[in-house]
């Protein structure tokens, strides 16, 4: 298992946009599981509503999980999405 942490830069945190691009990009990685973590809560990354009921706005600090299938790969992908999208 490959683990980051990220701190959202986007004003408006994660709402329904950037979590749907968010579950797509996690989906298009197969069997690759990505999880997101935030004050102890645990959810799959390609869990729409599960990672918009996490509630994360700007400056709350997210640790990414990566695990199965080609996880360095994934995980290059995951964090140049973070960087670009939140």
Do not use: W
């Not at 004050?39 to 509630?55: C, E, H, I, P």
């Amino acid at each position: 298992m490959i683990e980051f942490t990220y701190t959202i830069k986007d004003p408006l945190g994660i709402h329904a946009r950037p979590a749907g691009m968010l579950a797509k990009e996690a989906k298009a990685l197969g069997e690759t599981v990505v999880t997101i973590s935030k004050d102890g809560n645990t959810v799959k990354a390609s869990q729409l509503m599960k990672v918009m009921s996490m509630g994360i706005k700007c400056g709350h600090t997210l640790t990414i999980g990566i695990e199965g299938g080609d996880e360095a790969a994934a995980a290059e992908k995951m964090k140049a999405f973070f960087n670009e999208n939140l």
